[in-house]
């Protein structure tokens, strides 16, 4: 993944990848709430469903930070991508293998491979990168009327139609490259609007608001989700999904606007959120890898079953911290070999 050089978009990073950790510890883990539950514990299951709309907004966040700076794909990239997975992946497979816990299989083999669907992220990010200089090509040749137009023209359809209409069944929720697609082009437009006034003024305030409001938004529209989404609980279980797309514009907008609040931030280079940031994907794929999935899930499983309120809240955000420390520390190895790689092989 690209390297992000300015600390407040490190932090949103950071940010992001916790999000995604806290949504796969939440509603992937444990067993979702129902209608039932809501009678018996109401605040419980208004609180469990704020946490999934506060961090759902993690996946758009990562593809628009590309987005904002916009994705230099160059052979190093995709080679780096590939290591890192084959490193971390084939690492714990080979670990695992020695411990007897794991066999020599095709399907084993082909999970390392990233032929599973488990890791759609990856898949559609690659796309993404591979995409990405025709969509700078478009950034950097087209007018701004011209984008703005192509952006709206996307969302319109993909709010409507590509949500809950007849074409999700190629945006699939978002759970795919089509989507990143258009959250790159509004970061990038939305990074434009704060700095080049050639920008309509009715046009540039809406990126350009006190970064209080930013996080206001950022809010309403967490709790304007989790509104939809509890009510839905009497209506039809199917809400969820609904709900929770990353297609929904709810989610968009709120992902957008927490990174113009951090956009927006005056945070001083640090050598520990450089480092953070640096191993994010990490998070991602130590976390999500098929054997220790169930693992990282076993965690948050005991914990919820072990205390409640506040406590519980509490101690899975702990273990959640712990895991992000421990996989960015376990791909400083990664980094260390990579880095020797590129000056053996001369790889820029």
């Known amino acids: 993944m690209g390297k992000v050089r300015q600390a407040n978009m490190e932090l949103l990073r950071i940010f992001a990848m916790f999000m995604i950790l806290v949504i796969h510890a939440n509603m992937i883990s444990l067993i979702r709430p129902t209608s039932v539950d809501f009678e018996s514990n109401p605040l419980a299951v208004f609180t469990r469903y704020f946490i999934e709309s506060f961090g759902i907004v993690g996946v758009d ?11 230099n794909t160059r052979t190093k990239s995709f080679i780096s991508l590939a290591f890192q997975i084959l490193m971390l992946w084939g690492g714990v497979f080979c670990i695992l293998l020695l411990l007897g816990k794991t066999d020599l299989s095709i399907k084993n083999i082909l999970e390392v491979l990233v032929f599973t669907k488990w890791d759609w992220f990856i898949k559609a990010y690659v796309v993404l990168m591979i995409i ?3 969509l700078n090509t478009f950034v ?3 007018t701004e009327k011209h984008q703005r137009l192509v ?3 996307f969302f319109a359809f993909s709010s409507t139609y590509g949500w809950f209409g007849g074409a999700n069944r190629f945006f699939v929720y978002g759970y795919g490259p089509l989507l990143f ?3 790159y082009m509004l970061a990038q437009y939305a990074h434009q609007a704060q700095r080049e006034e050639s920008i309509p003024i009715n046009v540039r305030r809406f990126f350009c608001l006190d970064k209080k409001y930013d996080i206001m938004i950022f809010a309403g529209c967490a709790i304007l989700n989790t509104l939809i989404a509890v009510g839905g609980l009497i209506v039809s279980a199917r809400i969820y999904n609904v709900v929770y797309a990353y297609t929904n514009p709810i989610t968009i907008i709120g992902a957008l606007y927490l990174l113009l609040f951090f956009s927006k931030l005056d945070v001083k280079s640090n050598k520990i959120v450089s480092m953070l940031a640096t191993g994010s994907f990490a998070v991602y794929l130590l976390h999500s890898q098929v054997d220790l999935r169930p693992v990282f899930s076993s965690g948050v499983q005991y914990i919820y079953n072990s205390h409640n309120g506040v406590g519980c809240i509490l101690f899975v955000f702990v273990y959640l911290v712990l895991v992000y420390f421990i996989s960015v520390i376990i791909d400083l190895l990664r980094l260390w070999l990579w880095n ?3 000056k053996k092989n001369n790889i820029e």
């Open 181 to 183: 697609i258009g959250l």
């Open 151 to 153: 952006i709206l023209g």
């Open 340 to 342: 020797i790689l590129c």
């Open 140 to 142: 950097k040749n087209s």
């Open 132 to 134: 990405a200089p025709v």
């Open 61 to 71: 966040i990562f593809v628009m930070i590309s987005g904002w700076f916009l994705i």
